[in-house]
């Protein structure tokens, strides 16, 4: 069984950063593809950023390309979002997806089989 858990949401003004931890367990090989998605209030679900976990391959939305930076600890099984130059644009509740699969960069989250629980981001102007 696959377990998603995100950490590291909550308030932070606009200009300032965050950084969204989660943490996997069930995978068992590097072959997979990890996202982070958010959706704000009456919106639909976005994606932000993605990597492959086999090669470290990245991909990012285009909002959000040059603020924000994915990354992985295959040790810890374990991905990170540091988030940069935050404005309430930003905010919403951040999802991890990851998939058995190479990323795709349509964004489209049906692709992803597993999710985590949400955490929070709200960026105050």
């Known amino acids: 069984l696959v377990r998603l858990v995100e950490s590291g949401g909550g308030s932070v003004q606009a200009g300032g950063s965050l950084r969204l931890s989660c943490s996997a367990s069930?995978?068992?090989?590097?072959?997979?593809?990890m996202a982070w998605f958010r959706q704000a209030p009456g919106k639909e679900r976005e994606g932000v950023a993605a990597?492959?976990?086999?090669?470290?391959?990245?991909y990012y939305g285009d909002s959000m390309r040059g603020r924000f930076t994915i990354s992985q600890d295959n040790a810890a099984n374990t991905m990170y979002l540091q988030m940069n130059t935050l404005s309430p644009e930003d905010a919403g509740v951040y999802y991890c997806?990851?998939?058995?699969?190479?990323?795709?960069?349509?964004?489209?989250?049906?692709?992803?089989?597993?999710w985590g629980q949400g955490t929070q981001v709200t960026v105050s102007s």
């Open positions: 997806a990851a998939v058995g699969a190479r990323c795709t960069t349509n964004w489209n989250s049906r692709h992803y089989a597993y």
């Open positions: 069930g995978f068992l090989s590097k072959r997979h593809c």
């Open positions: 990597i492959y976990g086999e090669s470290g391959f990245s």
